[in-house]
């Protein structure tokens, strides 16, 4: 019996990877084709409206975490209404950001921050879709809604850009490709009719756990450009790329796991191995990096960056740590414990203060001080678990 049920996690492991790694591949190629076909000032504006989108999708992060744990608990139909109410709440809340955004991003007028709401609505509803098939084991039908999202998202936006090549062209076409791919997970969920929304109390929690999540995985690379100049600065994007593969190659191991962390014996028997699994995979890529430093920056930067003594194992032993927060940040959340969200935001500040204070004087300098803040939260969160199943498990030997 156990040989089937290893054969199938290993094929719903394949699945989920190539799913997730094509929709990220799809999100490349629209960046590069938006380059080449935008001028350059229209093609900044569209890149700032995209960090918003990664900033305005963390609800939907938080409720297919939240749907994965609880689908069984809650039901489908109650997490449905959350998700539409959510979105609600994501569109009203942009469009009344509109004035502020658009003086902010310096835009000629609203409209493509009234795009951006309405990229944000369907991609909002999306996230509880994942997290329904994903809590009902249903990787297969994940793996295709994923692949379908990023067909959806980037065959949108390429459309908009091929019709008119401008930054509200290319988010409009981004809006109804969602919402094209939202019919089709609502389908492949059963089609649930929403009811009255439920869980919205750990949405709210999951939220500001993404959110410090997304930040901490993304803010050394801003505070490299602001405390880096010129080359420097370039140095540390192309290693930047190394820490964002080595996050996203094990993401496959946190979704088959996340729906069995809602019950705390399942917790405790599967975290420690999907632990060592992301740890062993990234192990080969800061292996890879520390053997082949030179060439992975040519082949990332290209001609310019040709020689340039990058720690590139850094860069991957910053991504590592990323990967083992998410699973320990998904256990935390699946616990209920609200030390979790806490935990993140500290790293967050430990590694502002490191690079703006101290850390700031070259590439290696910078790369350090996100090391040092998210190994430190890999190592804090580690503990936290630790003492947690130590806790629960004097419980379980009292009660027998």
């Given at each position: ?276 699994v992301c740890a062993g995979l990234d192990a080969i890529v800061v292996a890879g990096c520390a053997l082949f430093a030179p060439l992975g920056v040519g082949l990332i930067g ?99």
């Amino acid at each position: 019996m156990a040989a089937p049920a290893t054969t199938t996690a290993r094929l719903d492991a394949l699945l989920i990877t190539g799913a997730l790694l094509g929709a990220n591949a799809a999100s490349y190629v629209l960046t590069i084709a938006a380059a080449r076909a935008l001028a350059p000032a229209v093609f900044g504006e569209l890149s700032a409206l995209l960090a918003l989108v990664v900033i305005g999708v963390v609800p939907a992060m938080s409720l297919q975490t939240v749907a994965a744990l609880r689908v069984t608990t809650l039901g489908p139909r109650p997490l449905f209404g959350l998700g539409l109410s959510v979105s609600a709440g994501m569109t009203v809340l942009t469009l009344s950001l509109a004035p502020l955004l658009s003086r902010l991003l310096h835009l000629d007028g609203p409209w493509p921050i009234v795009w951006l709401a309405l990229s944000l609505a369907p991609m909002t509803v999306l996230g509880v879709c994942h997290g329904l098939l994903q809590g009902n084991h249903r990787f297969g039908a994940l793996a295709l809604l994923v692949a379908l999202e990023g067909l959806g998202k980037v065959g949108g936006g390429l459309a908009g850009l091929l019709i008119h090549p401008t930054s509200t062209s290319v988010l409009a076409g981004t809006a109804v490709g969602s919402l094209l791919v939202v019919l089709t997970g609502w389908t492949l969920c059963g089609r649930p009719r929403p009811t009255r929304p439920s869980g919205g109390a750990e949405v709210l929690h999951a939220s500001q756990a993404m959110l410090a999540l997304v930040l901490l995985v993304n803010l050394d690379l801003v505070l490299a450009r602001h405390q880096l100049l010129g080359h420097e600065a370039g140095e540390y994007a192309v290693g930047a790329v190394v820490t964002k593969i080595a996050y996203w190659l094990p993401q496959a191991v946190g979704v088959l796991v996340l729906p069995r962390m809602a019950d705390p014996d399942e917790r405790r028997r599967t975290l420690p191995v999907a632990l060592a699994v992301c740890a062993g995979l990234d192990a080969i890529v800061v292996a890879g990096c520390a053997l082949f430093a030179p060439l992975g920056v040519g082949l990332i930067g290209g001609d310019g960056y040709r020689g340039d003594a990058v720690p590139l194992w850094e860069f991957a032993l910053v991504g590592s740590c990323l990967a083992l927060v998410q699973l320990l940040l998904f256990a935390r959340i699946a616990s209920g414990d609200r030390r979790s969200t806490g935990a993140v935001w500290i790293a967050v500040a430990v590694e502002i203060t490191l690079i703006t204070m101290w850390l700031n004087g070259s590439t290696g300098q910078v790369v350090t001080g996100a090391l040092l803040a998210t190994a430190g939260l890999a190592g804090a969160g580690a503990v936290i678990e630790g003492r947690s199943m130590g806790r629960n498990a004097a419980r379980y030997a009292q009660a027998r």
